[in-house]
């Protein structure tokens, strides 16, 4: 006899029928937001596209439904490939963490730890960038001695 020929045993779970969920509002949560660690082994660019495959998989999803997403997904991306290319060429430790989350209103873009403040535009062009898409950008300091790095990119419904 084979577990495949067997009765159900007296411990097994009966089965549920699906329920449909009813409509949450957006909040931050686990559908809303990811994190990322990137190790010492990679490279900038390897970071860069690392990280932005993983966002380029999840924050479609995070906007489902929301008016103009394209256009969100891609300033999001711009925002995220700069500062992590910044933070990985400053980076205080041996990973780049970076977490994109989204709570209705904007785009959360976070990813640290620098060894020191942000560069100025004038040191980092890229940052040119992050400012002109960005709502808000800014710093505070990290768990593991760093910086995190931070930028809101606003949706507008």
Request: aromatic content about 6%; glycine content about 10%.
């Amino acid at each position: 006899m084979t577990i495949s020929d067997a009765e159900s045993y007296p411990w097994a779970l009966p089965r549920i029928a699906a329920v449909e969920p009813a409509a949450a509002p957006r909040s931050l949560g686990a559908e809303s937001s990811l994190g990322f660690t990137i190790g010492p082994e990679a490279s900038p660019v390897e970071a860069m596209e690392q990280a932005c495959a993983m966002v380029a998989l999840s924050l479609p999803r995070f906007l489902e439904g929301v008016p103009g997403a394209g256009d969100v997904c891609a300033a999001v991306q711009a925002v995220l490939t700069e500062l992590v290319d910044v933070t990985a060429r400053h980076k205080a430790g041996l990973d780049l963490v970076g977490r994109v989350a989204f709570d209705g209103a904007h785009v959360m873009v976070s990813v640290g730890d620098m060894d020191g403040p942000l560069p100025a535009p004038e040191v980092e062009p890229g940052l040119y960038l992050v400012h002109r898409v960005a709502s808000e950008v800014g710093q505070y300091a990290g768990d593991m001695g760093g910086r995190i790095t931070w930028a809101a990119v606003e949706v507008r419904a």
